[in-house]
């Protein structure tokens, strides 16, 4: 039994959508016992799922133990990633729509790709990134606007073996060549410009600026996306319209390993610089394909929406590998909820009539402040399914996401998962489980989350409990290394509990076994969906001729969900004011990008610190939390006065 309040705030699926749902109560039970108790058989099965070219006979050999630490799915597999998301479904649905592209000015034409199209325009980009000199296992950096090129060159690197890796078209140029570099990358694609919100970012300046710190060989291909002016750099830069009037429309499909690399993605973690995670071919194909079958309730003919950009793990697996591997109709929105106003996401709903939406709460957020007008004067009824990703949905959210948006009658799935972990983890199954505003609620198949406690790293079995959540066994989606060093992948996720893939998050789970994600438990920062590393912030900010020292910590932001707050030590004789401020917010938005910018910036005289020099980010949190009544122990500190300072500035006053 749960507390009166949980029972209260439980939704079940209505009758009408369990009765159609792929998965039903008693089906989850029983798969999901099978995938635990029998994994290689499970999985084994599942795996059937994709065409191979060369099936396997090996289905899991995984160890999470630091000495002997290595991810294998499907290992003596071979397929073609492209051939399973285009070639396999042009005998049975070559005419039906692949990608449905909703450009952000809406005046212009939606494009509707169909999956022949999307085969010829694929070959034709594999075809065109071959004549750049690109072969199997090289690195190809994509730097675009969410446009349909964007997933013709995922698909062409997939087809012939590449490895891609995206660099959200929001990054700085040193970012961007911190990523070129990092991953040694031949080719760099980008467009002209980046229509977004009715602003042109200039990506092509961006790139050319990274590529004056890349090795010269580098080749840049330009898609031409607005037309708009840019300087060109003869023998370095290719245009994509020319060469794709002449590449041939056929390119065959390259085997490879299950185990081979499909993408590289950076992400943010706790200590220094972004870190390349690495995803293979055939079990992360599978896994999110089986995830969006499942999680989405995904029938044949549905039109599915996720709002996410290609440039994070989210559009990856939700925009192009998975729903396209599962024969689906896609869509890529170039932009974003609140241009021209904030209906877009409801005309769109409307316009392509679609069935399953997934966003991030933070856009749920910022919607909901502009009134329910905006959604009511749509026709939301082709709506069946609702989803979030990125970050704890407070339940004012969830529920005019319920009401207002799902009227009551979309099943909402709040789905929890990671970069590192390719696809969803855990949330419920909308035709299996009543959900709870909040809650990530269920392990999917094969998924084995524990709660261990932070100090004993002993892992908890009663509930209702609250701890850190780790995860027990793999699954086929799990990363299998970071670029370049696999030394980092051992220290950061299976050295702190051994045995054990650590996922920096905290999480409760009710008595009912329910999982609710607490937040992270690192030095990672969740604004706007969008994962920050703080360490990567103060780097920026210390790499500024003014700044002496820097601590960056998040705090919660009414929108954003985290905030970004940091405490700026000046050098000596630098004076602080409004300008400086300023300035600094602009240095680190060209250091790293805007999803960096600093939210607020507090003078500090001195950080607190203990005696042996180590910043005390516990308290400085709290400062930051406007919750500086319970600072705990402070005794260890080197100079105590220094809080009291602190507290008294602080720019957090909510
Ligand atoms: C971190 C991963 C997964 C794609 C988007 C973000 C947080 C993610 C949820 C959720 C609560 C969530 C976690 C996680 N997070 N989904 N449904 N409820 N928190 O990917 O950038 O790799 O960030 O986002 O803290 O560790 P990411």
């Known amino acids: 039994m749960t507390g009166q309040g949980q029972e209260a705030n439980t939704y079940a699926p209505s009758a009408e959508f369990a009765k159609d749902a792929n998965i039903d109560a008693a089906k989850y039970d029983e798969m999901y016992a099978a995938s635990v108790a029998d994994p290689e058989a499970f999985w084994g099965e599942q795996g059937k799922a994709l065409d191979w070219i060369k099936p396997f006979t090996k289905v899991k050999s995984t160890d999470f133990s630091l000495d002997n630490l290595g991810i294998k799915w499907f290992e003596d597999g071979t397929l073609n990633v492209s051939a399973n998301c285009v070639d396999r479904h042009l005998a049975t649905r070559g005419d039906q729509t692949a990608i449905i592209f909703e450009p952000d000015n809406p005046d212009e034409p939606a494009k509707h790709i169909t999956y022949k199209m999307l085969h010829t325009e694929v070959c034709k980009m594999a075809n065109i990134l071959e004549g750049l000199g690109v072969r199997k296992g090289d690195r190809v950096i994509l730097y675009l606007p969410m446009i349909p090129e964007a997933a013709y060159a995922m698909l062409a690197c997939a087809r012939i073996g590449a490895i891609h890796s995206i660099v959200f078209a929001g990054f700085s140029p040193d970012a961007l060549s911190a990523r070129i570099n990092g991953a040694d990358a031949k080719v760099v694609i980008t467009a002209d410009y980046a229509p977004r919100g009715g602003r042109n970012t200039p990506l092509k300046s961006n790139a050319d600026a990274a590529l004056l710190h890349c090795k010269d060989t580098v080749k840049l291909l330009v898609v031409k996306r607005t037309g708009g002016q840019t300087t060109w750099v003869d023998g370095r830069d290719f245009d994509y319209s020319e060469l794709h009037a002449e590449a041939d429309d056929t390119c065959r499909a390259v085997e490879v390993g299950a185990e081979d690399p499909l993408f590289i993605l950076y992400t943010s973690g706790s200590t220094g610089q972004p870190k390349g995670v690495v995803h293979t071919s055939g079990g992360y194909l599978l896994y999110a394909a089986m995830t969006h079958k499942y999680v989405f309730d995904y029938k044949d003919g549905d039109i599915f929406w996720c709002t996410a950009d290609v440039g994070w793990v989210t559009g990856h697996s939700y925009i192009v590998y998975g729903p396209l591997a599962n024969g689906a109709t896609t869509i890529m929105f170039e932009g974003v909820p609140t241009y021209p106003d904030a209906s877009r996401f409801w005309q769109v709903c409307e316009k392509h009539k679609v069935n399953q939406f997934y966003t991030a709460p933070t856009a749920i957020r910022a919607l909901m402040g502009k009134g329910a007008e905006f959604v009511e004067k749509c026709d939301l009824s082709s709506l069946r399914l ?269």
């Open 386 to 654: 609702l989803g979030t990703v990125g970050e704890p949905i407070n339940p004012e959210a969830w529920n005019w996401y319920n009401d207002v948006v799902g009227k009551g009658t979309c099943p909402i799935v709040d789905t929890w998962w990671q970069t590192e972990t390719g696809g969803h983890l855990l949330t419920p199954l909308p035709g299996a489980h009543a959900t709870k505003p909040g809650a990530a609620m269920k392990p999917f198949f094969g998924v084995q989350p524990v709660v261990l406690d932070p100090q004993s790293g002993e892992e908890i079995h009663e509930s209702p409990t609250e701890g850190v959540l780790c995860l027990k066994d793999s699954w086929p989606g799990q990363m299998r290394t970071i670029w370049g060093d696999h030394e980092r992948f051992g220290k950061t996720y299976f050295s702190d509990y051994k045995g054990y893939y650590f996922s920096g998050d905290g999480c409760r789970r009710d008595a009912d076994g329910d999982y609710w994600i607490t937040g992270r438990v690192d030095d990672v920062i969740n604004v706007s969906g969008h994962r920050m590393g703080t360490a990567e912030v103060e780097s920026a900010l210390v790499a500024h001729a003014k700044v002496a020292e820097a601590a960056v910590v998040g705090y919660p932001h009414e929108i954003k969900g985290q905030g970004i707050y940091c405490y700026v030590t000046l050098m000596n004789g630098e004076e602080p004011s409004e300008e400086l401020r300023k300035e600094l917010r602009n240095w680190v938005r060209t250091e790293i990008g805007p999803i960096a910018s600093p939210d607020l910036i507090q003078w500090s005289p001195g950080l607190p610190k203990t005696r042996s020099g180590k910043i005390m980010r516990r308290i400085l949190r709290k400062i930051a939390e406007n919750d500086y009544g319970s600072l705990g122990d402070t005794s260890t500190l080197a100079e105590p006065a220094v809080v009291d300072d602190l507290i008294e500035n602080r720019m957090n006053r909510a």
